[in-house]
Nanobody
Framework: QVQLVESGGGLVQTGGSLRLSCVVS????????MGWFRQAPGKERQLVAR??????????FYASAVKGRFTISRDNAKNTLYLQMTGLKPEDTAVYYC????????????????WGQGTQVSVSS
């Protein structure tokens, strides 16, 4: 059974940086496409970043709102997925979730097969 445990959230000022971590157990971090979602109060959970498997060249997708500021990556030795966030804005405030996708083409919240518990990111103005 795959388990995902996120950490690294917190409170930062506008323009600050955070790195979120998602430790994967029960499967290697490279076995499936993985992604980071976020959900702000009263809003739907949205995909922030996604990374494919090596079969698909580890290609990365970023939502337009975070492109150029966020970077998704994996550390195979630590079996961990990361989300490096820079230039944080108040609108980035949300609970961030790590997720696995069951197939190469899956990218929506409804397609996720495993969720982490979430970590809160708050950005003050």
């Amino acid at each position: 059974q795959v388990q995902l445990v996120e950490s690294g959230g917190g409170l930062v000022q506008t323009g600050g940086s955070l790195r979120l971590s998602c430790v994967v157990s029960g499967r290697t971090v490279t076995a499936q496409p993985m992604g980071w979602f976020r959900q702000a109060p009263g809003k739907e959970r949205q995909l922030v970043a996604r990374i494919s498997t090596s079969e698909f060249s580890n290609s990365q997708f970023y939502a337009s709102a975070v492109k150029g500021r966020f970077t998704i990556s994996r550390d195979n030795a630590k079996n961990t997925l990361y989300l490096q966030m820079t230039g944080l804005k108040p609108e980035d405030t949300a609970v961030y979730y790590c997720a696995t996708f069951p197939s190469p083409g899956a990218a929506s919240a409804s397609a996720v097969d495993t969720w982490g518990q979430g970590t809160q990111v708050s950005v003050s103005s």
